[in-house]
């Protein structure tokens, strides 16, 4: 199968553009100050009173002015997770330096992951639905709400005219950086990609109540523990990244120097329960090693998915000890600052590995204090870590699908 | 050598049609299944048609607790992935589990169970802030659709690639794309691939209703779906699922499986233009055409039929039919298309694997189903639609498109798996 003597060369896809927006950092460079100082934007709900709900602490983006970020045309027809996602796409167009008006359209692709589309926009439809009636209903509810938003409107801000794709899930950040990378390997030039997301409304709240994993303590510098002895679940976020990717030559030809490349990427599913089977998170991420033609002692720092749930702390542990052995890679989730983002999280620690490359920094966990000696983890906590970086690794889950991705300097 | 993309097992749940067979006979006579909506009381609605599955999960051998925890869309597409892999006569104790994945496309997933769930949670619509008493514990579920891939992928033990692609009505079409990416590409041997849809709820109903888009004509429900008809006036929604076992050529000649067609090639555009509007010239469709077409290395001459998306609004039928041109030049003058939409409706992100799935049962049978409701011929359009009955035809190059909110342009070849070594 492996073609060796006419072989093309590969085209490479590499990142450009980063264009963050999270709950402690409205833009790239304020959320990497916010990460190099351990500055947490988990506190107390703002956006509707939580006292009713065992749950009270979330990530919220801080208050923007939406007119100054937003066309007028489109304020009464966007949820806040779309209004992010543009926001963060403008963010990465402006840091890419990319001046789209000279590429042809055809050549810009966009694939966005989404878990739960524009869900603070459909709980309001819903209540007029069910309170006044069908008739009620907003014209722009049927593209508002439905999980194809981001990449829609994106593709008509930009102009992008190229493939267009919509990834669902927790994992779909990563797998939508991964599927710009099949765009380019097929010929494009440009891809647009990532993912940003936000379900802090009583809708999201309340469904997330049910998965029984929300951290109900109420100490923001205690209630998000990856990897301690005193985890005990997670906090909701919002937000996310937007990241331009560009095929390698299309960027040196224009004299960009790349934040990295990705290199590599697999995606795998858990066995059925009670299979007694190992789950797939070890074998994603050796597929990813393998995809990139790196070994485990080529990287550098892996971004864990970091639940916050003990037992699935405990098997994403076991994995990348198996992979990389004991203490045998620095592992670290800034997200215990930013709460999990479902599928902006992982897109937004690709951004951050990127980051971390560029200036030669791992961020850190911050409030983890006390981690589980078993799991064997070299846990970057407390204060960033200076190192020089080549390699990285991002790993995601949820609902049984692992992805592991891989970037390189 | 590359790889090559075999359909080898099919399962169908749509309208009128409890299994392949039946929504084979169905399409291929001419008859539509639209009726009255039944599943809620929606006498209050603009649009009051839909197609509806006669599905009962308990006759399909769902327990009560998955009745509970699967949305009906989730269930449709189980249903339809047991069916596919008997057909395909895939032993699924003997593939292997890492090299076989699902990807299942579907614009709205879970929508009809939080629509239900959300009227529980805000006493009627009466609250903002809900009670999370009122809770049922598979809320999560519904509201992210990769749940629907994960009970397929666990249906089958598929630890591989696993996916829910929803690119809006187009989703039907780009999971079976991307399934037969990842087969060529090397990732996967083995793909369940497809899409589901159950969006035949209120807040649905409301959504289409507001724009207009559905068709008012609720008088006669069998006729209400009449694509590139001159009376033709909204689509009718619907329901169901396709579900296709897609395997890697040489793995499928291996076991001695049943090759139904060949996934040539497939191509995808955005349109940059409007959330719900079409460019009048269907540049871009034709573009995704094109690039399908060049991938399957197959000439627009070669075209034997076109399934079309057919969707019976005035805005797309026109659309497409302006990409055809384009795309197929002289040759879109003499090709036949057909929508089966006029039969079963819009199932949404279902539908493109629901009309893929007519495509390789077409090229099976040698017979190009018709498109019902077509009297009077739209003097705007002017290809041939094959209007109410079915058509022999030897099928070796079958070209499927699709379109979508969001402003997605899809297309699909399929051959006949001959002529290409």
């Known amino acids: 199968m492996t073609e060796t003597l006419s072989a093309p060369t590969r085209r490479r896809a590499v990142i450009t553009g980063i264009g963050a927006v999270a709950p402690n950092g409205f833009d790239t460079g304020e959320y990497w100050d916010a990460l190099m100082q351990g500055r947490s934007g988990i506190a107390r709900m703002t956006r509707f009173d939580p006292a009713q709900y065992p749950a009270k602490l979330a990530g919220e983006v801080a208050d923007y002015d939406v007119r100054a970020h937003i066309p007028g045309r489109l304020v009464p027809q966007t949820d806040q997770a779309t209004r992010l996602a543009l926001i963060a796409t403008d963010a990465a167009v402006g840091d890419s330096g990319l001046d789209l008006g000279s590429i042809a359209g055809e050549q810009v692709g966009i694939v966005t992951g989404i878990s739960a589309g524009g869900l603070e926009y459909s709980q309001r439809e819903l209540e007029k639905l069910w309170s006044l009636g069908g008739e009620h209903v907003s014209a722009y509810l049927s593209f508002s709400w439905f999980y194809a938003v981001n990449t829609g409107q994106i593709s008509i801000r930009h102009g992008l005219q190229g493939p267009g794709g919509v990834l669902t899930g927790p994992t779909a950040g990563l797998d939508s950086i991964a599927q710009a990378r099949r765009y380019v390997s097929d010929g494009l030039s440009v891809v647009m990609c990532g993912a940003t997301e936000s379900t802090l409304c009583p809708l999201g709240w309340v469904i997330e109540e049910t998965t029984g994993r929300m951290s109900t303590v109420g100490d923001p510098a205690r209630a998000y523990l990856p990897f301690d002895t005193a985890a005990c679940g997670y906090l909701p976020g919002e937000g996310g990244a937007m990241l331009i990717v560009e095929e390698s030559g299309h960027a040196r030809d224009r004299g960009v120097r790349p934040y990295g490349e990705i290199a590599g990427y697999a995606t795998t599913f858990d066995p059925r329960p009670g299979s007694g089977r190992e789950p797939g998170l070890r074998r994603a991420i050796e597929l990813a090693l393998s995809d990139a033609e790196l070994h485990p002692a080529d990287v550098g720092v892996v971004f864990a998915d970091a639940a916050g749930v003990a037992e699935l702390d405990r098997a994403e542990a076991a994995a990348i000890t198996a992979v990389f052995g004991p203490h045998g890679v620095p592992v670290t989730a800034p997200k215990t600052m930013t709460g999990r983002l479902y599928s902006g999280s992982p897109a937004l620690d690709v951004a951050t590995a990127a980051l971390s490359m560029r200036h030669g920094f791992i961020p850190p966990m911050v409030n983890v204090t006390d981690p589980v000696p078993a799991d064997q983890l070299d846990l970057v906590l407390a204060e960033p870590r200076q190192t020089s970086l080549s390699t990285a690794v991002v790993l995601a889950r949820g609902g049984g699908i692992n992805s592991a991705l891989v970037v390189t300097a | ?421």
């Open chain 2, 1 to 421: 050598m590359s790889r090559r993309v075999a359909i080898t097992g099919i399962g169908v749940r749509a309208p009128g049609g409890a299994n392949a067979k039946e929504f084979w006979d169905l399409i291929s006579s001419g008859t539509p299944a639209i009726r009255t909506i039944t599943l809620f009381e929606a006498s209050a609605f603009r649009s009051r048609v839909a197609g509806e599955c006669d599905f009962d999960p308990a006759t399909e051998g769902f327990s009560v607790q998955e009745i509970r925890r699967m949305d009906r869309s989730a269930q449709l597409a189980v249903a339809a992935t047991r069916e596919a892999v008997a057909d395909a006569d895939l032993d699924i104790t003997t593939i292997d589990p890492y090299r076989t994945g699902a990807t299942i496309g579907s614009a709205i997933g879970g929508t009809m169970s939080l629509d239900r769930e959300y009227n529980v949670l805000s006493d009627g619509g009466r609250k903002w802030l809900l009670d999370h008493e009122y809770a049922i514990p598979h809320l999560f579920n519904y509201l992210v659709p990769t749940s629907i891939a994960a009970d397929v992928a666990r249906e089958v033990g598929a630890e591989g690639p696993v996916s829910l692609v929803s690119t809006g009505c187009t989703a039907g079409i780009e999971s079976v794309s991307h399934a037969a990416r990842l087969i060529r590409e090397g990732s996967a041997d083995v793909m369940l691939a497809g899409g589901t849809d159950a969006p035949v709820s209120p807040v649905c109903v409301a959504s289409f209703d507001a724009i207009k888009a559905t068709t008012p004509r609720n008088d006669d429900p069998l006729t209400a779906s009449r694509p590139f008809d001159a009376t033709r006036n909204g689509f009718v929604l619907a329901e169901g699922s396709a579900m296709l076992v897609l395997e890697e050529w040489d793995h499928a000649r291996a076991r001695g499986a049943h090759i139904y067609a060949e996934i040539g090639g497939w191509g995808v555009r955005a349109n940059a233009f409007h959330m719900t509007g079409l460019r009048p010239e269907g540049t871009e469709m034709a573009t995704a055409i094109e690039v399908a077409l060049r991938m399957a290395n197959r000439a627009p001459e070669e075209v034997d039929y076109v399934n079309a998306h057919g969707s019976s609004t005035k805005q797309n039928d026109r659309h497409e039919t302006d990409a055809f041109k384009r795309s197929l030049g002289d040759h879109a003058f003499t090709t036949p298309v057909s929508s089966i939409k006029s039969m079963i409706g819009h199932s949404l992100g279902a539908i493109g694997s629901i009309e893929i799935a007519a495509c390789a049962l077409a090229i099976e049978a040698g017979l190009i189903p018709p498109t019902a409701n077509l009297h009077e011929s739209d003097p705007d359009l002017g290809l041939d639609y094959v209007p109410q009955r079915a058509r022999p035809a030897e099928l070796r190059t079958v070209l499927k498109v699709g379109s979508g909110f969001g402003g997605f342009q899809s297309a699909m070849v399929l051959t006949d798996g001959t002529g290409d070594d």
